[in-house]
Every structure is written in structure tokens, then in C-alpha cells.
């Protein structure tokens, strides 16, 4: 999976990684996304939900839409087009609602998406007759849920899951301020000296997608230092030290601090913290 400029790291970067890796297929969410795509790969690349009518563009790239229902289906055979259907697994997006419904031998029919929410035991049984179905007809099958990556014994391509552990967040030191006691720092004064303190300027804000109220840590030199006040656009303070250097880097988040710390400070989740925080 590769939408949203691949989950912000960079749509070549990550296609020419994938292809050494020996992957041969990806997945986009638009019509746009698909065409810059076809830029860098002769692979397959399928448009998930919703259905793309667009016959000369679809054929101009050889790019494979995902059909939720019969009238999408009956589009891509009259124009043919070689076509996805996406089966309503259980969140009720988008998708057909009947296995049934597929014509198995129809030779514009490429491949099966479903997207899994979550694990049961009815969506288990659904899930294995999918794949023994597609394996049977010589088709692709395309299941999507990085939430049960751990759960599911069959082939699962992963989203979000793909990039975990995969990032550092670092911020530059860009001015030192020493403030005297009972001073205020930042928007609306929100932090208040209750002695002398060593104030570091990092060149990052909520513009870079630090929240706000970020409540939490920085690492430097093995050692943990407090944000404080609240975050700017650009810029944020931490509680430093003598120790602090202008030009050198804190870290929000890799190898001393934990992401899911950060995570929980910036109130944010993984999946936003990749198209958020640049």
C-alpha cells in the first residue's frame, strides 16, 4: 500500500525499495495517486475504493479499479477493463456484500480486495474462502488490516504496519536563552520559571505536526528534558542545561525514546503521526 505519498515517506523512495525487495503490485487510493505512481513502476498498481470510470485514463496508465458493485463490475467488462472487486468484510465502507456475486471465470476479473477491521471467527471463515477461491481461479487476492497482522495465517498486505520503528523525529537546537526566576514563557504564558533556567529554542512547531499541548519529553546526550509551554508554529521551548549546544539535535522520538511515548504526549496515532509529522 502505497496512498497518501506512501504514508509519508515518499512515493518514489518507497516504490524503488519495494521493487528490490521483489514486490510486485501496490495499491492506491485515487485516480491522481495511481498516474503519479505508474512514474515510477511497470508494476501492477490497483485504485481502491471507490470506483474509477474514467475508460481512457484506466487504459492510458493500465491501472486496475476496484468495483463495489454489479453496475461497476458490468463498466469494466463493456469497456474491458481489467477490474478488483472489493467485498464488504464487515465494516461496511464500501464493497460488495455477496461472494456470490463474482464471476470467477470472467477474464477481466484481476484480483479480490477486503479489508479486515478486525478479527472473528465469521470474518476468518469468509477470509480463508476469499483466498481458497482466488487460488483456485488463478486470481490475486489483495487483503488489507495491518490491525490483525498478527492474527490472520494468510497473506496480508500491510499498511501502516509496514512502517512502524521505521522513523526518528529529531528538532535542531537553534537558540539558548538563560531567563531569570518567576519569568513567563510561550503563548499565553503558559510556563512560569520558579528559579534561573536554561531555555533551549527547538525549530519545530505545529506546523511540523507537534500538538499544541504537547505534554511530554525530549532526549539529549542520554538524558531526558522537559517541553514546556505551549508549542509555537515553528519553534518549541525545552527545560535545558549547560550541557545544551546550538546546532546539535533533540530527540521527540528513536533510539532513547519510545514512539508510542511520543505518540501518547502529542496526542496522535501512528497512522497520523506518519502524514503529520514532517
Known amino acids: 500500500m502505497i496512498k497518501d505519498d506512501a504514508y509519508g ?8 525499495i519495494s521493487e528490490e525487495l521483489k514486490i510486485k503490485a501496490f495499491a492506491v487510493i485515487s485516480l491522481a495517486e495511481g498516474i503519479n505512481a505508474r512514474k515510477y513502476t511497470d508494476s501492477k498498481i490497483m485504485i481502491l475504493s471507490p470506483m474509477v470510470h474514467n475508460v481512457i485514463l484506466l487504459k492510458k496508465y493500465e491501472l486496475i479499479p476496484s468495483c463495489q458493485s454489479v453496475e461497476d463490475i458490468l463498466f469494466c467488462k463493456n469497456n474491458k477493463i481489467k477490474y478488483a472487486i472489493e467485498i464488504n468484510i464487515g465494516m461496511n465502507r464500501f464493497g460488495l456484500n455477496s461472494i456470490d456475486l463474482i464471476d470467477w471465470n470472467d477474464e477481466f476479473l484481476d484480483s479480490i480486495y477486503a479489508h479486515f477491521p478486525s478479527m472473528s471467527s465469521k470474518i476468518n471463515a469468509l477470509a480463508y474462502r476469499l483466498y481458497n477461491e482466488c487460488i483456485k481461479h488463478n486470481k490475486s487476492c489483495h487483503f488489507g488490516g495491518s490491525r490483525i497482522v498478527d492474527n490472520l495465517k494468510l497473506p496480508l498486505r500491510i499498511g501502516y504496519y509496514a512502517y512502524l520503528n521505521s522513523t526518528v ?6 537558540m539558548l536563552r538563560s531567563v531569570d526566576e518567576y519569568e513567563e514563557i510561550g503563548y499565553d504564558l503558559g510556563y512560569v520559571t520558579y528559579k534561573k533556567e536554561i531555555i533551549a529554542i527547538i525549530n519545530l512547531g505545529y506546523a511540523n ?4 499541548n504537547f505534554n511530554g519529553f525530549v532526549g539529549y546526550k542520554n538524558k531526558k528534558y522537559r517541553v514546556i509551554g505551549k508549542v509555537c508554529m515553528n519553534q518549541l521551548f525545552v527545560l535545558a542545561d549547560d550541557s545544551f549546544i546550538i546546532d546539535q539535535y533533540v530527540e521527540f522520538f528513536g533510539r532513547n525514546i519510545e514512539k508510542n511515548e511520543f505518540l501518547k504526549n502529542n496526542y496522535m496515532t501512528d497512522y497520523q503521526s506518519f502524514l ?3
Open 9 to 16: 515517506f515518499g512515493l518514489k523512495k518507497i516504490i524503488n
Open 169 to 174: 523525529l529529531l528538532g535542531k537546537i537553534i
Open 209 to 212: 505536526g507537534i500538538n499544541p
Open 276 to 278: 503529520s509529522i514532517k
